[in-house]
């Protein structure tokens, strides 16, 4: 089973931007969906945005305009940049595939003046 590892959280002032990696331990070819997930503190994970091995893309209405969901499956990694955030996008970084595997240790993106 593949797995997956996310990186690239920080912290980052409201407005700056970061960009999100979340790179396999094999082949992403055959992952038709990918997601990126949050879970702020208190809160329940909420899906951010999906990608299909096609290219088509969805987002949450409070991330659609500020966050670009991208795959690159001859690197085996998905990405998320994230423009314009947000204290309010403040969470835990994750991303799965659909259905769900095992889930990751996430990374931590804080946005604070």
């Known amino acids: 089973q593949v797995q997956l590892v996310e990186s690239g959280g920080g912290l980052v002032q409201p407005g700056g931007s970061l960009r999100l990696s979340c790179t396999a331990s094999g082949s992403i070819l055959a992952i038709y969906v990918m997601g990126w997930y949050r879970q702020a503190p208190g809160k329940q994970r909420e899906l951010v945005a999906t990608?299909?091995?096609?290219?088509?893309?969805n987002y949450a209405d409070s991330v659609k305009g500020r966050f670009t969901i991208s795959r690159d499956n001859a690197k085996n990694t998905m990405y998320l940049q994230m423009n314009s955030l947000k204290p309010e996008d403040t969470a835990v970084y994750y991303c799965n595939k659909f259905p769900n595997g095992s889930w990751g240790q996430g990374t931590q993106v804080t946005v604070s003046s």
């Open positions: 990608i299909i091995s096609g290219g088509n893309t």
